[in-house]
């Protein structure tokens, strides 16, 4: 390997996640490891080397695919963080997959990752190559929490999995590139007919009509007995639920599903009821206001700029808390419950994004399917419960009990 090979390359480093990203490295790498900052602005990019201690630097734009594939070529494993990953993404991936390299972003942009399913997941499937989209708060805690409660009730009843039921609380800031993401994902998603679609991202012959009967999105407020909480609709679930299914998909294709007829659903929850035909009627907002120009432009003007982003004290003082109710086909229930400290859309997204990374780098030989799984993969199937190990070790709390 030449002296210009880097284990990781962090693309986008010049960003609002991206240099969190580098902090993140700097602070984590382990000892030896060769890692090089990406993207457009050389200076800016040199800036950033320097004070963070990383090994390289290389110059790479997206609007021009050559100095992206000769970034990918130098490559053990790609970080992105260049987003809104439609505008920006589908080189990066494409170079990955001609060369063989493991990828991970934070995208939600789900539309786009169903161009990617269709375009590359056959031939890094072929060549072992782990392409990951979805390694943030979208969708790793939905993605791993649901994949821990079903292991758990393989482990401890021997049975397979009914459904689970997962709800979100959480404290945090907004990102420009995430209102940018937003935007964009109007602009060429337009009405949601793609985001909307319960089943999008399941490989084409798995979507049958039964698990689209039993996958509708959570609409209205309600009341769980069990939770003791109110459940509303939850902004992410649209991103979430679509990558449990695929996951859920893809485990069928290895023979191993998560039950016959499983079903996941996602909500926000909240003690008070009032809040929660609060958060309902929000989203019905957040929702017609993307699709009406005058209201669009509006929002555009009072989000932050790309490259933008919440203050530090926001970032440190955020939270995050998923519960995953579990039921078996053989009747028992499990509530677990995962809890992260910082701002979901940051300091949770980095700490996971880069954690799998690191455990890419690390060699894909010790991660469930070997080096032979490849694809275009979710964060379960590419990560399974090792990446949720190493988040624990790096503050998540994760309890799971029978009740
Ligand atoms: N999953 C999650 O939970 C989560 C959380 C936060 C963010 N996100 C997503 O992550 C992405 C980044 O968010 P952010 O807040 O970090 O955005 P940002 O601050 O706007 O960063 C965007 C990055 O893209 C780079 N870029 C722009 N045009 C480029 C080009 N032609 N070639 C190469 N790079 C280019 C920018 O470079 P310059 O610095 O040179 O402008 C910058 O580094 C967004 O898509 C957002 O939706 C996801």
Redesign the pocket.
Known sequence: MSDTHFDVVL????????RQAVAYFQQHAPAGLRWAVA???RE?LEALAMAHGATGVIV????QPATVEAMAARAGVLLT?????S??GTPVVEACVRHGVHYV?????TPWVRGLIDAYDAEAARTGTRIVP??????VPSDLGVLAVVEHLRRTYGADTRSVSASYTVRGGF????A???MTLADTDPGGRLLNDVLLLNPADRQSEAERARSADLRGVHYDALRKVWLAPFL?AAVNTRVVRRSNALFAGWDRPYGASFAYHEAHETKSRLKAYGIAAALGAVERALDRGPVRWLAGKLSPA????PSEATMDGGFMRGRYLGEAESGQRVLATMKAKGD???R??VKILCESALLLAAGVDALPGGAARGGVLTPATAFGLPLLERLRAQGFDWQIEAI
Do not use: H, L, Q
């Open positions: 693309y986008g480093a010049t960003g609002f996640t991206g993207g457009r602005s800016k790479a734009d997206s609007d963080t260049a987003g809104p990953y505008r920006y972003d934070i995208t939600g942009e979805f390694c943030g708060f979208d969708s990102n420009g590139g995430t940018a993401s937003m992410m790309p490259g933008e982003g979901p859309g940051n949770v997204t």
